[in-house]
């Protein structure tokens, strides 16, 4: 299991990327609100994010107890700046399988988050016992997040085309796949 780790951003910042706790929902809500109000790139708008603290509490908690499932923060000066979770499928038959999703606060964007918080999760994924397949959806206009995500590993596995309506304009909508076929596993 991953405890903590710091690292550092590309403009030389401590950057702690740790599991979530608890204690984080208030911060984290405010977080997701903060990058939903402005993004071009996540299917959500902020007002359709209606999570209490109390229910992020009982989202980070659900997160924590599965065990194919994690939720890390990035964190800078004690203040969250990003956040990836896996959601780990509960059907017996996809156990091994789960969706992973990202976001990084928009001032911290472009500086290497989005890169240690997979890094972590690529740790904790080739650790897992249950898990094989952890997969995304991309919009296809996130060339960064593309790269990022081929970079790491995640390979293209699926289109729909037109897919996303962001601002009258059709995007289309990758699946990416990361497998994780350890011989332990095997």
Same mark, same amino acid.
């Given at each position: 299991?991953?405890?903590?780790?710091?690292?550092?951003s590309?403009?030389?910042h401590?950057?702690?990327i740790?599991p979530?706790?608890?204690k984080?929902?208030?911060?984290?809500?405010?977080?997701k609100?903060?990058y939903?109000?402005n993004?071009?790139?996540i299917?959500l708008f902020?007002d359709?994010?209606?999570?209490?603290v109390?229910?992020?509490?009982?989202?980070?908690d +659900?997160?924590l107890? *599965?065990k194919?499932?994690?939720?890390?923060?990035?964190?800078?000066? %004690? /203040? !969250?700046?990003? @956040?990836?979770?896996?959601k780990?499928?509960?059907?017996r038959?996809?156990?091994?399988?789960?969706?992973?999703?990202?976001?990084?606060a928009?001032?911290?964007?472009?500086?290497?988050?989005?890169s240690?918080?997979?890094r972590?999760?690529?740790?904790?994924?080739d650790?897992?016992?249950?898990?094989?397949?952890?997969?995304?959806?991309v919009y296809d206009?996130n060339?960064?997040?593309?790269i990022?995500?081929r970079? +790491?590993?995640?390979? *293209?596995?699926g289109?729909?085309?037109?897919?996303f309506?962001?601002? %009258? /304009? !059709?995007i289309d @909508?990758i699946?990416m796949?990361?497998?994780?076929?350890?011989?332990?596993?095997?």
């Amino acid at each position: 299991m991953i405890l903590k780790t710091t690292c550092k951003s590309k403009n030389g910042h401590d950057i702690i990327i740790r599991p979530a706790e608890s204690k984080d929902a208030e911060s984290l809500l405010k977080l997701k609100l903060q990058y939903l109000r402005n993004t071009k790139t996540i299917p959500l708008f902020e007002d359709e994010y209606k999570n209490s603290v109390k229910e992020e509490t009982a989202l980070i908690d +659900m997160l924590l107890k *599965e065990k194919n499932s994690c939720l890390f923060v990035a964190e800078n000066e %004690g /203040q !969250l700046i990003g @956040n990836l979770d896996i959601k780990g499928n509960q059907r017996r038959k996809l156990i091994h399988t789960g969706m992973l999703g990202m976001g990084v606060a928009e001032k911290w964007q472009g500086l290497g988050i989005g890169s240690l918080l997979i890094r972590e999760a690529i740790k904790w994924i080739d650790e897992n016992e249950l898990l094989e397949i952890v997969w995304l959806e991309v919009y296809d206009s996130n060339y960064p997040a593309k790269i990022l995500y081929r970079k +790491m590993g995640f390979q *293209e596995c699926g289109r729909i085309k037109e897919f996303f309506k962001e601002n %009258g /304009q !059709l995007i289309d @909508n990758i699946s990416m796949v990361y497998h994780s076929y350890q011989s332990s596993k095997l």
